[in-house]
């Protein structure tokens, strides 16, 4: 039995139900509630954070080293290059991408004016125990913003790494969105980058597509970086390459 512990909603959990799903493995999904997590993903895996992978007796945690571990057990439908050159770009950008999740979580929560919606998004696949998930809103509001450090000058910051990046995805497709990463063929890297901006470009079928709240301003950004072949690219991906379990 294959399970994996996550939230629905974290990128980085997305991007473990991209590897998943493209190796064409069965998995179940045990979704966590956020901040109680803590006391099974110490217990599982040594960490506080998820997705984590339970594959038979072999508990995997960090969407990266879960990436890694599945290409060694699973080699089917190869997500790393044979070339020696191609495969260390492919794991650098891996890394690269990874890191610039932290900047679009933060962004995405900086730009939040009303938080109805992703309380919704973020909630509504825990059963309303007495109450508890309601009362639990206002203390995921504010945790999330101590945790992932949204301070006006911190968003601002990352708003800038996360127009760096869009670049370097311009630059590695040469400005052409049918275009991979690296090479011919789809890789880690092309599936960090995507999975890990994909709240911000909300392609069809993923759990960010229902959330608003964010002002016009925000929305006048987001025109302009859907856009740009940065953009198109990330949806592209998407719409060719995120095959998902029926
Ligand atoms: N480097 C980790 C990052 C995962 C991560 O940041 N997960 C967030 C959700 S998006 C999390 O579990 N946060 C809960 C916490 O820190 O308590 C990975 O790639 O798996």
Redesign the pocket.
């Known amino acids: 039995m294959r399970t994996l512990y996550q ?1 629905p909603i ?4 997305e ?1 473990t139900r991209w590897h998943l799903d493209h190796k064409g493995l069965d998995y179940q999904v045990d979704d966590l509630f ?2 109680l ?2 006391l099974k993903s110490k217990r599982l895996a040594g960490i ?4 984590i992978l339970q594959d038979g007796a072999k508990v995997v ?4 080293d879960i990436a890694l571990y599945l290409e060694a057990q699973y080699p089917d439908r190869p997500l790393l290059p044979d070339d020696l050159a191609e495969r260390a770009e492919v794991l650098a950008l891996e890394e690269r991408f ?1 890191r610039m ?1 932290v900047h679009v ?1 933060r962004w995405l929560y900086g730009q939040i004016r009303q938080w109805d919606s992703v309380m919704h998004a973020m909630l509504k696949v825990y059963r309303p125990l007495f109450g508890l998930r309601d009362l639990m809103k206002p203390v995921l509001i504010n945790g999330v913003q101590k ?1 992932y450090g949204v301070t006006p000058e911190r968003v601002a910051k990352s708003q800038a790494e996360l127009l760096l990046g869009l670049e370097l995805i311009e630059e590695k497709i040469g400005g052409d969105p049918s275009r991979y990463l690296v090479g011919e063929r789809l890789s880690l890297a092309d599936i960090a980058a995507a999975s890990l901006y994909a709240p911000m470009f909300t392609p069809a079928g993923t759990p960010w597509a229902d959330i608003a709240g964010h002002d016009a301003q925000t929305q006048a950004f987001l025109d302009e970086v859907f856009a740009r072949p940065a953009g198109q690219w990330i949806l592209r991906r998407y719409a060719e390459d995120r095959q998902r379990r029926t």
């Open positions: 939230f974290s990128h980085y959990c991007k956020p901040g997590h803590r506080v954070t998820l997705p945690g960090d969407s990266t990874d999740g979580r945790l």
